[in-house]
Each structure stands twice: as C-alpha cells, then as structure tokens.
C-alpha cells in the first residue's frame, strides 16, 4: 500500500489521535480554527508517510504537530505584537449538558492559563505543555523538539516558575460560580454598580477583545471602582437597552460565563475567574473572527437549551 493511498486503518489510527492532537494544538496556538488547520496538516503528513516507517503513532504525531505549531507560533506571535486591544484566546464554549470535542479540549485550558502561556517562549510552551499538562517523558519531549532532554528539563522549569500562579486556581461550587454570574450577567446590563460592588474584588480586572472590530476597551481595566465605571458607561449610553437578543449559561474555557447574541448580531462570550467568593478576573471575547466556530449557535438559537 503506498502512502497515497492510505487504507482504512491507517485512517482510523489517526482519528483515534485526534483529540489528543487538537489539544495540544490549542494549547499552542490559542486559536480553534487553526488548531484545526494545524491537525489536518499532521494528517496530511501521515498520509504523505509511509506506514510501515512509523514505528510508534503517537510519537511520530506529537512531533508533527509540535513542529507544525511551533511554525505558526512564530508568525502568530508577530501579529500579535500588532493586535489591537487586549488579546484573549479563541474561546472553547461548552453549554450545558454539552459533552463535544470542546468539552474535552477545555480541561485544563482556562483563559488565565491560556493568557500565561502567551508569556513563555515557544519552546517553553511546547515543552511544558508536552510534558507537564500531556504527561509525555522528557527523552520523548526531546526527541520531539531536537533538544536534549537536560535543555527540555530547563525549559520546563521556567515555564513552572512563571505560570505556577495560573494552574492553582480554587475550585468553585457550581452553585456559588452559576449565582455569581447570574448576578454579575443583570448588574453589567443594568449598570448596577451597588451589586458590581459586591461580586468584585477590589482589584478585579477586565480584559475586552474586540480586536478593533468591535467596539471594546482598548487596555485592561483594573481595579473595582474602574470596571463599576466602565458598565455605568455602557449601560447609559445605551439608553436602558442593554439586553441581548438571547443569553445562555456556559462555561468558557472551562470557567463559568455567557455566551450571548448581542443587538446587533454579534456572538459574545464571558468568562469569569472567580477566588472566595468574589470575581477577580472579566474576560469578553467580541472579535467577531474569534468566533467563527461558533456562527452555527445564531441559527440554531431556538434549539439552544435554556
């Protein structure tokens, strides 16, 4: 069999890598849309090798597609030396009693950590996100990125050392994280800055991407009484209608928030990161290229769960 002409279980070995594979590159690139472009790369190498020079599957394809991400990781990180305004990562949505593939890329991908991982060079992303978060062996690690595995074991340990703060986050119950965003959801909308006041921290930070296609705050806004601000603006200006055409519960990489269909037909997520009680960190995701992947929600709006 040529490599050309790859049979069925040739197909079928890669497919059951495949989640495997779109996690990393999540976690890589930040993107949805080119996480899946970059696993229809790997495949498009599988099929271009020939099988029986593959000795091990799950290693040949944690090499192509680290190699593969950390080629696009350098242009991506060139963009975005240019982005405008704050940049948030793709988001992974997941509604209730949704068990998809986003779903499962979402453990262990919160925003917080997406935005850490944005700090470490390529390499130290590749190496900590191969090792630490995919349990991959360090000589494996190694072979992968033509390192030594003394280099590979350095390149983690500066990656533990400047994210260490991002992956201990605390757990919130379900209850506590659906009422707080229940409450934060009616008092933004409203510009209650009395409730705004009792759901926050006083140094909670909010971080709006539109990426100068939507309308959003060009620099983080730090600090209670900013944010409290911010919403008294946005509802006033708005003249007291501020609801979205339909709102859903959801969780956003895997913290709790909203996804909502605003006025003027724009998809918008929120998520929340919420310590002790209160909500320290706002991120809304409205660059309408962000979400792309989830345009099939605004027709199906009917059929969305309530």
Request: proline letters at 4%.
């Amino acid at each position: 069999m040529s490599a050309e002409t790859p049979n069925a279980d040739s197909v079928t070995e890669f497919e059951s890598h495949r989640r495997f594979l779109g996690g990393v590159a999540y976690r890589m690139l930040g993107s949805v849309t080119e996480a899946e472009d970059a696993v229809q790369d790997a495949y498009l190498r599988w099929h271009d090798t020939a099988p029986d020079t593959i000795a091990k599957p799950r290693a040949f394809l944690t090499t192509v597609i680290s190699r593969i991400c950390l080629d696009r990781l350098k242009s991506a990180r060139a963009q975005r030396e240019t982005y405008v305004g704050p940049w948030l990562p793709e988001p992974l949505v997941e509604l209730q009693d949704d068990h998809s593939l986003e779903h499962e890329l979402s453990q262990d991908a919160s925003i917080a950590l997406m935005l850490a991982l944005e700090r470490l060079s390529p390499l130290e992303r590749a190496v900590f996100l191969l090792h630490d978060v995919f349990d991959v062996e360090f000589d494996e690690v190694a072979s992968t990125l033509s390192r030594s595995s003394a280099a590979c074991r350095q390149l983690a340990k500066r990656a533990r050392d400047n994210i260490r703060e991002e992956r201990s986050r605390f757990q919130v119950e379900k209850r506590d994280s659906e009422r707080l965003s229940e409450a934060f959801f009616h008092a933004s909308r409203s510009g209650d800055t009395e409730t705004l006041s009792q759901l926050l921290t006083d140094s909670a930070i909010l971080m709006t991407d539109g990426g100068g296609r939507r309308i959003s705050a060009r620099r983080p806004i730090y600090g209670l009484a900013k944010i409290c601000r911010f919403f008294a603006g946005v509802a006033r200006k708005s003249g007291g209608v501020n609801q979205p055409i339909w709102a859903r519960r959801a969780l956003v990489n895997g913290v709790p928030g909203w996804l909502t269909l605003e006025r003027d037909g724009l998809l918008q997520a929120t998520g929340f990161d919420i310590r002790e009680g209160r909500i320290v960190e706002i991120y809304m995701i409205r660059n309408p290229e962000k979400l792309k992947h989830l345009d099939y929600l605004i027709d199906e709006a009917g059929a969305l769960p309530n």
